[in-house]
């Protein structure tokens, strides 16, 4: 069982936006602004998408370059213990599953059960 | 930044498991910097194992600290990780994974490709 708790699935159409939420607990979520998000396409390595709860990581590090940066159509939040990422515009190549993660008071990662998104 | 994992992809219940990252792009004695690995059964989600950084700080998974050990080679540009007493249920993808610099969480901005190891008599 994950520490962070992720709807198993989610869908929308092509051009509309979807929310994933993560829900944790006030000893990782609602303590630390150290949430990221991953998308994982099947067969491939996961991918960063946010990190620290809302900052897309090509922002961060001179040195990213992260399979050509992330688009701006992902955006990440916090509101107590749920962190949320959201994807606007939705697209055919976003069908993937995500993933969240979070700083603990036990662990500096834990990772959340996972999101699979269709885009219908 | 490019990192793979090596390491037997069969081993038997009870066995010790090696993995060996070996990572060119940067180096594990700058400042900062940090080397995780993280596992996928079948299936599954992903599940964090260890982290060790580059003043040779580590971190172990709570539920699984008791098997795992992970260590760092800077002359070889290399991290291994060791499990003990592998069950069945470690079958999964292994990937280990560079820390992102510059930002307060432990997140992972460049993955190997993964090895599955399969754990069965």
């Known amino acids: 069982q994950s520490a962070l708790t992720q709807p198993a699935s989610v869908s929308g159409s092509p051009g509309q936006s979807i929310t994933i939420s993560c829900t944790g607990t006030?000893?990782?979520?609602?303590?630390?602004?150290?949430v990221s998000w991953y998308q994982q396409h099947p067969g491939k390595a996961p991918k960063l998408l946010i990190c620290?709860?809302?900052?897309?990581?090509?922002?961060?590090?001179?040195?990213?370059s992260g399979s050509s940066g992330v688009s701006n159509r992902f955006s990440g939040s916090k509101s107590g213990n749920t962190a949320s990422l959201t994807i606007s515009g939705l697209q055919a190549e976003d069908e993937a599953d995500y993933y969240c993660?979070?700083?603990?008071?036990?662990?500096?990662?834990?990772f959340g059960g996972g999101t699979k998104l269709t885009v219908l | 930044i490019t990192l793979k994992e090596s390491g037997p992809t069969l081993v038997k219940p009870t066995q010790t498991l090696t993995l060996t990252c070996t990572f060119s792009?940067?180096?594990?004695?700058?400042?900062?910097?940090?080397v995780g690995w993280i596992r996928q059964a079948p299936g599954k989600a992903l599940e964090w194992l260890a982290l060790?950084?580059?003043?040779?700080?580590?971190r172990y998974s709570p539920s699984l600290k008791s098997r795992l050990i992970i260590t760092k080679d800077t002359s070889k540009d290399q991290v291994v990780l060791t499990m003990t007493n592998m069950d069945p249920v470690d079958t999964a993808t292994y990937y280990c994974?560079?820390?992102?610099?510059?930002?307060?969480?432990?997140?992972?901005?460049?993955w190997g490709p993964g090895t599955l190891v399969s754990v069965s008599s």
């Open positions: 994974a560079h820390r992102l610099d510059g930002s307060g969480s432990d997140s992972f901005d460049y």
């Open positions: 792009g940067f180096s594990l004695s700058t400042g900062g910097v940090a």
């Open positions: 060790i950084y580059w003043d040779d700080d580590k």
């Open positions: 006030s000893s990782d979520i609602g303590s630390y602004n150290y």
């Open positions: 620290d709860v809302s900052n897309r990581p090509s922002g961060l590090s001179s040195r990213f």
């Open positions: 993660s979070s700083y603990t008071i036990n662990s500096p990662v834990v």
